[in-house]
């Protein structure tokens, strides 16, 4: 257990679908992520939030939203996605967006049909 | 930008020593980190290197050349349980954004 959770842990939608997934962190940290993993590519960074506000959005297409509502939760808001929007994605957490180390949580795998 | 390079691949057998390598052409440097995935599990941290030269620790050691751009995560005396993704990431001069590269997949056969 890294103290980063995710949730749900599976998701299969279709592509007129509007899904969240959530992750939680307890750890005490100012800074989270989203990263997005597709098999046999490096992991993406989406989305970077220090104290609560957005500080990167790396060129994510629009149906891709995030939600920092506290220093503890990040959500990502899924609207109308494309199959090749299927991957794993993962959650991180540091002390700050400076500090070395990222905790991950064990990620939502996506399925788009 | 980062550019990172890593096999794709490794096999070895349990108690022997594997080197996986790692390169790396930034815009930026500052620090280079080595983590560790199992199949279906978060990525977890191995090591850290922002200055040239080898950090140990336990069976795993890791090294830095930041004027070859060159990593290598050493793990020795293998067990089972080191079967693994092992992935290297660069962190560029802004701090908070780690490039990855797209990972070794590490089997270790008995």
């Known amino acids: 257990e890294t103290g980063v959770t995710q949730t749900p842990r599976h998701l299969v939608m279709g592509m007129t679908n509007k899904k969240s997934l959530k992750c939680e962190q307890h750890l005490g940290h100012n800074a989270m992520y989203w ?10 960074l989406m989305f970077v939030y220090s104290l609560e506000e957005r500080v990167e959005n790396n060129s994510v297409p629009s149906r891709f939203s995030p939600e920092c509502p506290n220093s503890s939760h990040l959500f990502l808001h899924l ?9 794993l994605y993962l959650c991180a957490s540091s002390h700050s967006t400076g500090f070395n ?3 991950f949580g064990p990620g939502t795998r996506l399925t788009v049909l | 930008g980062q550019n990172i390079d890593q096999p794709t691949e490794m096999t070895a057998t349990e108690g022997a020593i594997v080197q996986i390598n790692c390169t790396y052409q930034t815009s930026g440097f500052n620090g280079l980190f080595w983590y560790q995935q199992h199949a279906g599990e978060a990525p977890t941290f191995l090591s850290y290197n922002v200055l040239d030269g080898l950090e140990e620790k336990g069976r795993f050691s890791s090294f830095l050349s930041r004027s070859k751009g060159y990593s290598y995560l050493l793990l020795k005396e293998l067990q089972m349980k080191d079967s693994a993704s092992y992935l290297c990431a660069v962190r560029d001069l802004n701090d908070y954004k780690l490039s990855f ?8 056969r008995a």
Do not use: M, R
């Open chain 1, 101 to 103: 180390e990222q905790f």
């Open chain 1, 35 to 44: 990263y997005k993993q597709s098999a046999k590519k490096p992991l993406e």
């Open chain 1, 79 to 87: 609207h109308t996605l494309q199959p090749e929007d299927s991957a």
């Open chain 2, 101 to 108: 590269g797209a990972g070794t997949t590490v089997t270790v």
